[in-house]
T-cell receptor
Framework: GAVVSQHPSRVICKSGTSVKIECRSL??????MFWYRQFPKQSLMLMAT?????????EQGVEKDKFLINHASLTLSTLTVTSAHPEDSSFYIC???????????FGSGTRLTVV | QKEVEQNSGPLSVPEGAIASLNCTYS??????FFWYRQYSGKSPELIMS????GDKEDGRFTAQLNKASQYVSLLIRDSQPSDSATYLC???????????FGKGTSLLVTP
């Protein structure tokens, strides 16, 4: 089945630094990648949608200059959290849309802790 | 704001019983409906998708959709302790659109 590899699984960074999260579709072409954030005891909240080769579309309230998304190829999308602060600590999950099916495949998630 | 509502629970059922999970959604234009299971600290796993009114069965799981009532449910038969997790209902307008998730229902299956 379709697999999305997400790295790193856990990261701890200092406040003010940047962190990059990668999602790769291993056996299919992901024309669309969705990035979600999940705080404890909360549901997944959509942050942005990116289509290969295009600029990402951000949800209301999500700062595009803080959460940089790159989707330069059909198999790789990255989310960079710039100038991270403790309130950015969360579980970040990507979800890839397979162009040949109706499926949404989720990455394994990245636990970000900003100290 | 398009809402997907779920009872947060916890829903506690004894092993072997039927667990019934419910979800309502506000956007009448929604066409695709999904149930995911999420263990603590893990990514969601797809259990079932349903697109048409009625029932869809897959093993111990049955999804039910009623678009007129804007209601979707998940039944788990012969519940096992390993089914204990948070169950997320997700809705999208159509294929290609992002999923809108409910807050999830915590299910506890007791031995």
């Amino acid at each position: 089945g379709a697999v999305v590899s997400q790295h790193p699984s856990r990261v701890i960074c200092k406040s003010g630094t940047s962190v990059k999260i990668e999602c790769r579709s291993l056996d299919f072409q992901a024309t669309t990648m969705f990035w979600y954030r999940q705080f404890p005891k909360q549901s997944l909240m959509l942050m942005a949608t990116s289509n290969e080769g295009s600029k990402a579309t951000y949800e209301q309230g999500v700062e595009k200059d803080k959460f940089l998304i790159n989707h330069a190829s059909l198999t790789l999308s990255t989310l960079t959290v710039t100038s991270a602060h403790p309130e950015d600590s969360s579980f970040y999950i990507c979800s890839a849309r397979d162009r040949s099916s109706y499926g949404y495949t989720f990455g394994s998630g990245t636990r970000l802790t900003v100290v | 704001q398009k809402e997907v509502e779920q009872n947060s629970g916890p829903l506690s059922v004894p092993e072997g019983a039927i667990a019934s999970l419910n979800c309502t959604y506000s956007d009448r234009g929604s066409q695709s409906f999904f149930w995911y299971r999420q263990y603590s600290g893990k990514s969601p796993e797809l259990i079932m998708s349903i697109y048409s009114n009625g029932d869809k069965e897959d093993g111990r799981f049955t999804a039910q959709l009623n678009k007129a009532s804007q209601y979707v449910s998940l039944l788990i038969r012969d519940s096992q302790p390993s089914d204990s997790a948070t169950y997320l209902c997700a809705v999208s307008l159509n294929s290609g659109y992002a999923l809108n998730f409910g807050k999830g229902t915590s299910l506890l299956v007791t031995p």
